[in-house]
């Protein structure tokens, strides 16, 4: 029903760990980004382009997931497999920062994006209790953990540019009974913090998750979100991880944006291409649907003056959760991938 998030299991872990060491050397071996006279800008190393900065100023990595299934399947003589994956490695897809070694992630992505003159777009998934113990249930272990947490994560950032998405499903979950009421004031407390702290940057803007389109309606959430600090962040996030069309996507953001001030947000469009799922039980739509389609690519140039940007916060080819045959929340799933590029 919310989609689950990319974040939770060692292998994840081992591979965020394993993707800043890859951006590491790719700065070491001095790879800068030069322009290829077409407005875009490929990186050296890995042969990802990243798209005109002027319509869109996120870093794309050019050693993601996607980027190396693209290295796979070149590789094998499967040419055709090849280039409708990079349709997703030659995007921007948020960085998830795991808890092991959150100030070197943090800094490590932003020091690559900074080096090509883009904005590292990061999503913290670390809160207490974090989704209710489904498929990516886990979070930091309490709530000092978690100020330490975001604290490495800011320390990393310093003052090169980053746009953060915090906290996927943390306010809906307080909404909907799915957390209990125990922890709901602390998890107010922590949001607020977080939002201070990383807004207090140089360079950084925040987006606190505010749901999507199916799940219910504003008048539920805009006054928590409110208690979570909305007010002293950038603007809301809306469709994090999920399916629903930008159409419903932006005009759910509009009545919730009337209802906190008339702040400014951001659409995941990562995969909602074809819409959401309506078929099976409804618990299972948002896991690893089949027949979905990549959405609008990354830009803020948006149709809504509103809307800051439409961005690919999940990572499209990253599993759900073991569902569907699927490998466990976050593991690349690169049939499903292939898929979504397909369609």
């Known amino acids: 029903m919310y989609g689950s998030r990319a974040a939770g299991s060692s292998s994840r872990r081992r591979a965020a760990s394993a993707a800043v060491l890859g951006v590491a050397a790719l700065l070491l071996a001095g790879c800068s980004s030069g322009g290829d006279g077409d407005g875009k800008d490929k990186d050296a190393g890995a042969g990802i382009t990243q798209q005109p900065k002027e319509s869109d100023p996120f870093w794309v990595n050019p050693d993601g997931n996607a980027a190396r299934q693209v290295a796979s399947l070149t590789k094998a003589g499967k040419d055709d497999q090849a280039e409708q994956i990079r349709r997703i490695a030659e995007q921007p897809t948020g960085e998830w ?10 800094r490590g992505f932003t020091e690559a994006a900074d080096r090509a003159g883009r904005t590292a777009l990061l999503v913290l998934y670390n809160i207490p209790h974090r989704d209710c113990g489904q498929y990516s249930g886990g979070g930091a272990a309490d709530g000092n953990a978690y100020r330490s947490f975001v604290d490495s994560v800011a320390k990393g950032i310093g003052d090169r540019s980053a746009t953060v998405i915090l906290e996927p499903d943390a306010v809906l979950h307080l909404v909907d ?47 928590p979100l409110k208690w979570a600090g909305v007010d002293q962040a950038d603007g809301f996030a809306v469709n994090v991880s999920n399916f629903y069309t930008t159409e419903d996507s932006v005009a759910y953001g509009k009545q919730l944006s009337a209802k906190v001030g008339g702040k400014h947000f951001v659409v995941d469009t990562s995969r909602n291409g074809n819409g959401p799922y309506t078929q099976g039980a409804p618990d299972e739509r948002w896991c690893n649907p089949p027949g979905r389609a990549l959405g609008e690519t990354p830009t803020t140039k948006t149709a809504d003056p509103l809307v800051d940007a439409y961005v690919w916060v999940k990572r499209p080819g990253e599993s759900d959760g073991e569902c569907k045959g699927g490998p466990k929340a976050g593991e690349w799933y690169p049939e499903y991938a292939l898929e979504l590029a397909q369609e």
């Open 97 to 106: 920062i795991s808890p092991e070694n959150p100030e070197e992630q943090a």
């Open 177 to 223: 009974g799915c957390t209990p009421e125990e922890f709901h004031e602390e998890r107010y407390d922590l949001l607020k913090g977080a939002i201070a702290k990383l807004t207090a940057l140089k360079d950084t803007k925040v987006y606190l998750d505010a749901g999507n389109a199916g799940w219910g309606h504003p008048d539920q959430i805009f006054e």
